[in-house]
């Protein structure tokens, strides 16, 4: 896996991925400027965020799951002097669908939390990680 971080200006830059996938960060906007992308630390919890979200549909699903929406929310702490880590993360999953059996669903969280997650597992060598979930009947 390789990506690249070019400079726009100020604390603008643009990611690349080799598949040349980009995104904006930014780590502050210039006085009066509008910021134009996640800070580099928000993309670390956009990745742990994605990352289970994708284990938690795919067992899941494989457990035959009706699920409609999977959403993350991520609430993370950082110390409070450099280097300003992250000291806690917690990953609320709410899970829609229809029927969805609560064993599945708690299993699924456990599973991606313990075992698949690459990115949560490696960020929980560094921080407390926590993990909730929520079960949501579809219409």
Known sequence: ?????????????????ANG???VMEGAAAEGEVKRGPSPMEM?????????????????EKQRQKITDC????????ADTAPRVFTEIHIHFKVYGRGLQESAIERAVQMSAEKYCSASIMLGKAAKM???FEIVEAE
């Open 71 to 78: 959403r993350a929310e991520v609430t993370a702490k950082r």
């Open 1 to 17: 896996m390789q990506v690249t971080s070019k400079w726009i200006d100020g604390m603008c830059f643009v990611g690349t991925t």
């Open 21 to 23: 996938h980009s995104v």
């Open 130 to 132: 926590s993990h909730s």
């Open 44 to 60: 670390l919890l956009l990745g742990v965020a994605g990352c289970s979200s994708i284990d938690v549909v795919m067992i899941a």
